[in-house]
Structures are given as structure tokens and as C-alpha cells.
């Protein structure tokens, strides 16, 4: 069985190489830097607070007027294991994302599929944005992902209407 001290231990050995930090804290600026520019760009569709998370995902969510109005958000989501920025449509509430989730069962979703409900599920469709970022060229990868997001709301501002 696996034991916390254990895990702790073996954390503290990686922090001590200096890896861990330096890609989180370059995470975190980018994701940062992705708010600011989102922001300044699109002040009509804000965004919230940057969600750091537990080093498996970190996003923002950005409010459409057309689909915020109906309690949705579109979330730009860092999932940490894979190495993937995403885009998901999600809900306000649970009670929210299953009944657009049954909304849109028999609508024709065209590229999209939605995904499937569970615990710990906040997305109702979902949509890779890149699959290799290259935290390289920063400026490149966030107006990559803010063109692919901006088509997504477009598309999920379709779908739900």
C-alpha cells in the first residue's frame, strides 16, 4: 500500500533536482500570460481566475455572453499528465451540464462528440487545442490556442442556441 511519507519523500527528492519548479512556475506565467493577452483582446468575454490546481490541470474560463447567459462557460485547460491544452464546454453546476449534456445528445455534433458524465467530469464537450505545446515560443502558442478557442465558442455558441 502506498504511504504519504512515502510519496513526500520522493517529491521532496524531485524538488531537489529543480526541474519541478522551473516547468510549474513556467506553466503558471504562461497560463498567466494567456489571461492577460485573452483579456486584453476580448474584454467583452472575460475571463476568471486562473485555477492553478493540483498539478493535473490548470485553466481559465472565459465568459461568451450568448452561452453565459444559458450558466455555460468555455474552460482553456492545461492538463499536466498528458502535456495538452483543451477546450471544454462546461456548466455552472452539475444539474446544468446534464441537461444541456441531454440537449445535445440528439443534435448532430458535427467534429465534436460530447463526453461522457461522471464524478469529477466538468466538461461537457471537449476539444484538443495542441497536443505538443512548445512552451518555446510562448507568444506562438497562446495565439494558437486563443484562434482555436475562439473557434470553439463559436461552435458550442451554435450548438447550444
Known sequence: MDRLNQHIKYYNEQLNVGHIQKAYRGIMEM???LKTTWDTQYPETPSGALYAGYMDMTFISVKP???FALDLRVSIVYLHESHTFEAWLIARNR???SQIHSQLKDKKLGKYKLTELGPGIDSI???TLDEE???DQIDD???EIIKKTQHFISDM???VR
Do not use: E, R
Open 95 to 97: 444539474k446544468i451540464q
Open 31 to 33: 497560463m498567466s500570460q
Open 133 to 135: 505545446p512548445n512552451f
Open 65 to 67: 455572453s450568448k452561452i
Open 125 to 127: 464537450i471537449a476539444m
Open 141 to 143: 502558442l497562446i495565439g
Open 157 to 159: 455558441t451554435k450548438l
